[in-house]
């Protein structure tokens, strides 16, 4: 079996972070969003995402731009988007349930948005919360913020409040 170099591994996306170590994580878009986009960037970081091992990668960027690049790359993906103006709690109900799965079936799941901010953040505190993994939203939010190295403005902290009013993973 031939030695890959160090190109051939990829390079970690920018922002990435477990959120439950070596089952869920969340990045940056792959090759970085607006004018900081490139395509070789997106390349080499779908690469590693593939040599990372994950099952599957979870875009909630609005519109489903470069999700072909994960075709090309060999890495499975799922388009759920989440755009400012959707109805939150009902992307959420389906969102959750979905990942849970997701992660039951021995997954290793990759969620990412355009940026790592507010919508991310407050989507995976939320989920956190709702399987009960994290018994509040403030202990989840101070968790997350941790984990992302951010402090977590009204938008993610509403998501969480949502998250915490829906049909709970654990009833």
Excluded at 57 to 69: A, E, F, G
Excluded at 75 to 88: E, G, I, N, S
Excluded at 112 to 126: F, K, M, Q, T
Excluded at 130 to 139: D, K
Aim: charged share 25%; hydrophobic share 40%; with cysteine.
């Amino acid at each position: 079996m031939a030695v890959k170099g160090k190109w051939a591994q990829g390079i970690e996306p920018r922002n990435f972070c477990w959120v439950i170590k070596d089952k869920l994580a969340v990045c940056e878009r792959p090759g970085g969003y607006g004018a900081n986009h490139r395509r070789v960037r997106r390349q080499e970081e779908i690469i590693w995402i593939r040599e990372q091992g994950f099952t599957s990668v979870v875009s909630v960027i609005p519109s489903p731009h470069n999700l072909h690049n994960y075709d090309e790359l060999g890495v499975a993906w799922l388009h759920r988007p989440f755009a400012p103006h959707d109805d939150a709690r009902s992307v959420l109900g389906q969102l959750y349930p979905e990942l849970r799965g997701l992660l039951a079936a021995e997954g290793k799941l990759l969620v990412h948005g355009e940026e790592l901010g507010d919508r991310i953040s407050g989507l995976v505190a939320g989920y956190l919360v709702w399987t009960g993994m994290v018994p509040s939203g403030p202990q989840a939010t101070s968790l997350t913020e941790r984990l992302v190295h951010r402090q977590m403005g009204p938008i993610g902290r509403e998501i969480v409040s949502l998250a915490l009013d829906l049909p709970r993973a654990d009833a």
